[in-house]
């Protein structure tokens, strides 16, 4: 039974729209893209090779899907921790507009998303990856199929883009599996998925 683990990259109020540079998304007018660029330092690409040292197979959004696909494929150093192991392993899209996808090892996923990604969590050993693809993260968490969650927090306040987490969003609790802090301020941080919040209420002493 596969693993869906989530890798996110977040602003401090919640903005995960384009991080990776100017022109990746510039949905809404968004002219902050690149944002968590400056604060690349060896702490956090040591974190990513790790991450990407442990894939079996890879299920992406549309949007982050089409980012990577004009991207990645390009890269084709074999000793690219990254590169070798997007460009080897198994892509799958959850899309309805999707038709011919070029980058070798893409299957497109058309059917019911529960259905279908617990099919893929069945047949697969190992980690299936969900990189970015913020929207798509959302629904799975929504259906109960994320296990665990890397949220990397970068210390920057945009004041506009599309959240992570908006009004609306499935009520979730998680459980902190580990940490650690870049040295650029970035905090990374590893949560497993708890199922629903609990609640309680802080009570004034009895002899108040």
Partial sequence: MGKLVSTLFVTLDGVYQAPGGPHEDTRGGFT??????PYADEDFGRFIDEVFARPSAFLLGRRTYDIFSTFWPKVTDPADPVASKLNAL???VPSSTLKDPEWAGTTVLTGDLAKEVTALKERTDGEIQVHGSGALVRSLLAHGLVDSLHLLTFPVVLGAGFRLFPEGAVPTAFRHAGGSVTGTGVSIQTYEVAGR???????LPEDA
């Fill in 197 to 203: 919040p609990e609640y309680g209420e802080y009570a």
């Fill in 90 to 92: 198994p892509k799958y």
């Fill in 32 to 37: 902050h893209g690149g944002w968590s660029f």
